[in-house]
T-cell receptor, first 117, second 111 residues
Framework: NAGVMQNPRHLVRRRGQEARLRCSPMKGHSHVYWYRQLPEEGLKFMVYLQKENIIDESGMPKERFSAEFPKEGPSILRIQQVVRGDSAAYFC???????????????FGAGSRLTVL | DAKTTQPPSMDCAEGRAANLPCNHSTISGNEYVYWYRQIHSQGPQYIIHGLKNNETNEMASLIITEDRKSSTLILPHATLRDTAVYYCIVREDFGNEKLTFGTGTRLTIIP
């Protein structure tokens, strides 16, 4: 029973390049969340997606960042024209469709660490 | 706006029970209390959650006060591997809402 899979685990980009981070949710999970953690800081919510829909993007920077969760395949967090301030750990979490029993637990992946030179 | 208040740091001797407090005085009736931890920049790890009643699982116990304004996470026999940042989060139960992380408590287990 594989958990939330993120790749690459480490990514190095030069300023101005594009970064693509992938997240495969747990089997049976249809909801994906992306978080960013800057060095020595806390976890900040970025975006919440269901299959083919963005539900909440209140934490996404207005420019250069986009996310998708297609019908088939992993969720992608894309950062265009990266800058040094984008260097961070990016965590993905997934959850199943909320049932009638109440609480819904998010399961996190190990993260992707982006370094911008 | 912070929904929970936690001490920034705590120490606990190895083998003893670690008791981590959390205040959530503005919690509403449909909000659960969740605890996660993050060990040295790994992905956050779910520990336990509860609504009204005390809860126990293989990792920890969660004690929620009767008025639900505060709770305590108990790690019964702390080990060095329990050194981590522990997050107490309240979350509405309307669907698949995001978790909003605060600054947490940095727990250090002392050998």
């Amino acid at each position: 029973n594989a958990g939330v899979m993120q790749n690459p685990r480490h990514l190095v980009r030069r300023r101005g390049q594009e970064a693509r981070l992938r997240c495969s949710p747990m089997k049976g999970h249809s909801h994906v969340y992306w978080y960013r953690q800057l060095p020595e800081e806390g976890l900040k919510f970025m975006v919440y997606l269901q299959k083919e829909n963005i539900i909440d993007e209140s934490g996404m920077p207005k420019e250069r960042f986009s996310a998708e969760f297609p019908k088939e395949g992993p969720s992608i967090l894309r950062i265009q024209q990266v800058v040094r301030g984008d260097s961070a750990a990016y965590f993905c979490a997934s959850s199943p469709m909320k049932g009638s029993s109440g609480a819904n637990v998010l399961t996190f992946g190990a993260g992707s660490r982006l370094t911008v030179l | 706006d912070a929904k929970t208040t936690q001490p920034p740091s705590m120490d606990c001797a190895e083998g003893r029970a670690a008791n981590l407090p959390c205040n959530h005085s503005t919690i509403s009736g449909n909000e659960y209390v969740y605890w996660y931890r993050q060990i040295h920049s790994q992905g956050p790890q779910y520990i336990i959650h509860g609504l009204k009643n005390n809860e126990t699982n293989e990792m920890a116990s969660l004690i929620i006060t009767e008025d639900r304004k505060s709770s305590t996470l108990i790690l019964p026999h702390a080990t060095l591997r329990d050194t981590a940042v522990y997050y107490c989060i309240v979350r509405e139960d309307f669907g698949n809402e995001k978790l909003t992380f605060g600054t947490g408590t940095r727990l250090t287990i002392i050998p």
